[in-house]
């Protein structure tokens, strides 16, 4: 009761002393979390409430607290001790006339502790610029800026990668008036203090649309016009190809001016998986090349029209990718010491070739951040080799077994994807192929995945065996992701 006190203001309607930033869902988080605790009552918990960092600051300081009083002799005068420090801490509240002497005084302040953020000192400059040149309209602007945060989710790294993106996509309008060749994290303050200082409401403005678009490459904002987009998008950014939203951010800003429609678009991102399950296989191109191979491309097509720029695009990534032979020869070696990653993703999408909406599965569903169907060693990887293992494979062996499994355990033909790891283990061949759960469904390599297909009908696992199925699903890989120098995908 005393506790509801101080959180909640008396009366017949449940009012909080405290009222948060509603964005981000902040304030209907934290009414939530008081729901929890039993002091407010009419409040609906947020979906994915439990993902924010409301409740994720809850949870955290509750574990601590019940660390806290398991460590302590007494658990009920850890408690209160602790109590007592919390009520002698001191809170002091200023007030200033304006949103703009608040962002002043917010960066004043934050010089002594921990330093802001770029993002932080963007919209510190802006707003106060803004308020500069329109005094009494700061509101509505914080409103566009706070869209645009919104547009582009919680995550600080996706909102300044946004920022530099959207420089170095489009740098041909921006450079006269900054003159950097790439924005990058050093420099970015920099970027945009010249930018606000030029136009800012242009440039509120601006951002803001572009925002918009970054979120459809997010998957965060779905229209029936980009829905054929979202199972490519979602392949693109499964495969760690967030480089080549330069490219992208510009073509949904152009595309009625470029004459591309949503088909070509698909087709540019189709290409773009293709691209990136090569390079971050292969490692070529470098790192450090991406950015400025996706600011030059939007050089070499800004004067071509629709499905000339699909083909365009398409002869650029080929030029600048590993070789056939190259991503072949990854594709038949250790791949799941190379890049796992890309191996789950390739195992994910060899495995949805077979389904049908009867049988669809997500291969991609998580729990506590974890993905549920996760890479399955058939012939088990670790130092122990079961003897039903040594005897399979090396007749015995174990000295033979031990090399082989060093040479073929990590290859894509020994390598299966499934949600039951921990009960198939280092089982036999047999017992991993025929297990069943608890209600008797398959569970094992009888799941009718097709991906294993030549597991199912299988009676044991030989050397030969993942030699093969290695050649034979490295062969289905070039096919899916095959870059053509020159083709016309659009058609």
Known sequence: MNLKRKLVLKGPEEKTRLILQIQNHNYDDYCAVLKEIGILHNVQCPLYAGNRKIFRAYR????????????????????????????????????????????TLFESLNNRGVPLTAIDLIKNKLLAKLDEHNPGTIDAYYAQWNQIIENLGEDYTVQERFFRQYYNAFKPKLKDIVNVPIAIISNLIMVYEKLI?????????????????????????????????QKSLKDLERIQGAPSYILLLYLLEYRDRLGLSMSHIASIVRSLVCFFVRRNLTDIPPTRDLTKLFMNIIEVIKEKQGAAIVALINTQLAKVSAPDEEFQRKLEGPIYTDNTDVTRFILCVLAEQGMTKETEIDLWRMENKNYLWTIEHI???GDKIPDSWVQMIANGDERKAKELQEDYVHTLGNLTISCYNSALGTKSFREKRDRVDSQGRPIGYNNRLSL?????????????????????????????FALNRGEDEST
């Open 379 to 381: 012939f088990p990887k």
């Open 60 to 103: 955290y300081f509750q574990d601590r607290l019940e660390r806290l009083m398991q460590n302590g002799q007494n658990s009920i005068v850890t408690v209160i001790d602790f109590l007592k420090k919390v009520n002698q801490t001191g809170l002091v509240k200023i007030e200033v006339a304006s949103h703009a002497d608040a962002y």
């Open 452 to 480: 294993n297909a030549d597991l199912a009908n299988a009676t044991s696992w030989s050397i030969e065996q993942i030699q093969a199925r290695t050649k034979k699903l490295a062969s289905q890989v070039m096919d899916m």
């Open 197 to 229: 200082n030029h136009d800012a409401r242009g440039f509120l403005e601006k951002s803001l649309a572009a925002s918009e678009n970054y979120a459809v490459l997010l998957n965060l904002k779905q229209t029936s016009e980009c829905r054929e987009l």
